[in-house]
């Protein structure tokens, strides 16, 4: 079974002051039960003594028996040696010899007369069955006794009234202490509930950005709750969000790469099935239609290339090998020059700039830059290498047509041409460049060349320390790794 | 006479292949390389068919044909969209184009689809029909229902005609493909779907109960209410 906390607590408390109450008021009652028979105890026994004084200075029973006594009494007229004790209410006061009543004042309830050799307290029964408490005292100097009693029912009737005002009380009590308990627990679970609006809120709207409400009057207990449910909501959100952002680059990613396939993929079709749908195609239409088929496949060719080694680019660095960005410029260079013989393609600065990194990479990014620049009709390209305090610089001149400023942000995301681009390439080029860049932590930057095109600039962090003998684990203490010098190129 | 047939796209490689494959097919074909020469071709040439591409820099196909039937040039329109993304097509379509193809596609099928939205289809009567609550006037191009006026591109309307003058008949893909667009070769049947969607959403646009209803595993019908 499963019940609320709030009414937990309040039955709890209910009980607990239910109990209390029992305990205290029993012993309230038996206290005044205790106190009330002592009082009645003390009055009879005053009572008896004084009327056995009484009875010894007058001369024993047989005064007593003073009609005179008899009448007074029969009259209710207090006079007499008892009349002092007339008035004595529902109280019984009566003088016996042991076996008969001499004298009584008040009304006999037909008790039966008390044994003279057993004074002391007792409680009788009368006729009507009521109880009587009784006291009997004897006289030292005659064969008298006086008992004085007196009916307990008043006794009993007040104990019990008390006890009936006790359990009232005590109901009150217990409906009271648990309605506030009830009103308090409340009170105090409210921001409970809050939480829970937030925490069914978030469930209901998927809606992460929500937040619960922590005011300043909140218990710290629910305050920590809170603030953990808020932190995990605030990790869910940014996960969630970056996973999305991802899946979008992703899609996106995936959809321009389908659209620059399509093309190239729609030229070569259409090429193939005119040469299929014309068996008797003139032999120099057929030759310009092959043509055409050979050079959408290279296309298609080059563009999965680009597309690949933008999938690598983000993974490069992370093989960390020692890396000259000279070297790398110079066989660049001369891979270009092979490519188009009519270019110049040239490489001053320092002899040796050595990084961390991904050689692979980093000449993917600088055959794309040379390559870029050669295919948008530069004539002269420019590679400069040089080293500084902690950055390593590759700048790539040309003198071609320049990408214009406002472009030169955009164009280095994936499948993004400048307005001047060439229709043939694969816009991703610049984005591989990037791709590698910042996968060495380093900064690419577009901007005018002195030559009169296009300059980038690549910088990637660098330790002066680091050179090209010092090995693929220039960290750790020299000598420990004994293995072969990956991708380090001596000379 | 040769049929002449524009072709629209920014690619030359893709220019240069349509030619030389719709030339051999027998068309005369002429090349525009963006959404403005297009525009300046259909001016000054009066193309007989125009295959657009729909993703231009300067001005996208989308946008020639928005331009091209706002000036009442009706000339048949097949786009193609190079992405196999639904909004590329229901773009082209509802702008007024009259098919389209995603690329890469057979050459084969263009040729079919261009050879069939050459052909001359009769000339509609000019006596105003009417389905149900559903009134077509051929001669004046228009459309109402309960009262309203329906705007319908020409495509749309062909089809809706089509459905009015067989009431109550279930169409297959097929026979609408071959009624309405001149098909008599087969072809995927989506562009009839495509179009019943337009035409249900514009017949439906004031409340009115649902007058074109889907038969599975057979086609459309047109079904006037019991009245």
Known sequence: MTSSLRSRVALVTGSLVAGAVVVVSAAAVATFDRTERDDLDASLAQRAGEALQLVDRHGGPAAVRDPLLADRQARGVGVGPLGRLVDTGPELLRITDGQHVLAELGTDPGMEVPRVDEPGYTDLADAEGRTWRSFTMVSTQSETAVQAAAPLDPLTTRVRSLRAQAAVIGALAVILGAATTWWLTGIALRPLADLRATAERVAATRDLSQRAPVSSDVPTEVAAVASALDAMLQRLESATTDTEAALEAARQFAADAGHELRTPLTGMGTNIDALIRNPDLDPRERETTLTALAAEQQRLVARLDALQALARADLAASEGEVVDLAEIAEATAAAALAQAPNAQVTVTGDLSVVVRGSPGGLRAALDNLVGNAVAHGASTVGVTVSRGESVATLIVDDDGPGIPADERERVLAPFVRGRHARREGSGLGLAVVAGVVRAHNGRVSLDDSSAGGLRVRLEVPCHRHLTVDSGPSAGPPVGVGSGPTKGAKHG | ?227
């Open chain 2, 1 to 227: 006479m040769l049929s002449r047939v524009l072709v629209v796209d920014d690619e030359p490689a893709i220019r240069e292949a349509l030619e030389r494959a719709l030339r051999l097919e027998g068309f005369a074909v002429t090349l525009a390389g963006g959404g403005k020469a297009a525009l300046a071709a259909v001016a000054e040439q009066g193309p007989d068919v125009v295959v657009l591409d729909l993703a231009m820099p300067d001005l996208d196909g989308v946008e020639v044909l928005h331009r091209l039937r706002a000036d009442g040039v009706d000339v048949p329109v097949c786009v193609l969209s190079a992405r196999d993304a639904v909004d590329d097509r229901v773009a082209g379509l509802e702008a007024g184009a009259d098919d389209y193809l995603v690329k890469p596609f057979a050459l084969e099928e263009l040729v079919a689809r261009l050879h069939a939205l050459l052909r001359r289809r009769p000339r509609p009567t000019a006596v105003p029909l009417s389905a149900g609550d559903v009134t077509v006037d051929p001669l004046r191009r228009r459309v109402r229902r309960r009262g309203r006026d329906i705007q319908l591109t020409a495509r749309e309307f062909e089809l809706l005609e089509h459905f009015v003058r067989h009431a109550g008949i279930v169409l297959s893909r097929a026979q609408l493909l071959e009624g309405v667009w001149g098909y008599d070769f087969p072809t995927d049947g989506n562009v009839v779907d495509v179009f019943v969607g337009y035409l249900r959403r514009k017949l439906e646009a004031g409340g009115e109960p649902r007058i074109l209803h889907t038969v599975r595993g057979a086609g459309f019908v047109l079904r006037p209410e019991a009245q």
